[in-house]
């Protein structure tokens, strides 16, 4: 199972921008999503979480620019962001704790990760 993220661009200072994530493939059940993001020459950070109930967690600096929801019936994590900074240019990877059922019919617990996508903010 693989994780397909979307939505990364260039934007200029003050913009928007929406980030979506869903899996390759059906799952069973899928528990934590969230976001985190790597900048150039900077360790990758938590940007944002949300549980199958949706009750969110946000790292501090990035609340009340940044909105993490999803759809569980589309397997989906989106990641709004607005008033966007230069200082957000990073690689955004998204992930989620899945469970689903092999070949063999054998369940399967995983922390998977998407590809990453690039947001940059420049004018």
């Known amino acids: 199972v693989q994780l397909q993220a979307s939505g990364g661009g260039l934007v200029q200072p003050g913009g928007s921008l929406r980030l979506s994530c869903t899996t390759s493939r059906r799952v069973s059940r899928i528990d934590d999503m969230g976001w985190y993001r790597q900048a150039p020459g900077k360790q990758r950070e938590l940007v944002a979480t949300i549980t199958s109930g949706s009750t969110a967690n946000y790292a501090d600096s990035l609340r009340g620019r940044f909105t993490i929801s999803r759809d569980n019936a589309k397997n989906t994590v989106y990641l709004q962001m607005n008033s966007l900074k230069p200082e957000d240019t990073a690689v955004y990877f998204c992930?989620?704790?899945?469970?689903?059922?092999?070949?063999?019919?054998?369940?399967?617990?995983?922390?998977?990760w998407g590809q990453g996508t690039l947001v940059t903010v420049s004018s």
């Open positions: 992930t989620a704790n899945i469970l689903y059922y092999n070949t063999r019919d054998e369940p399967v617990a995983l922390k998977a």
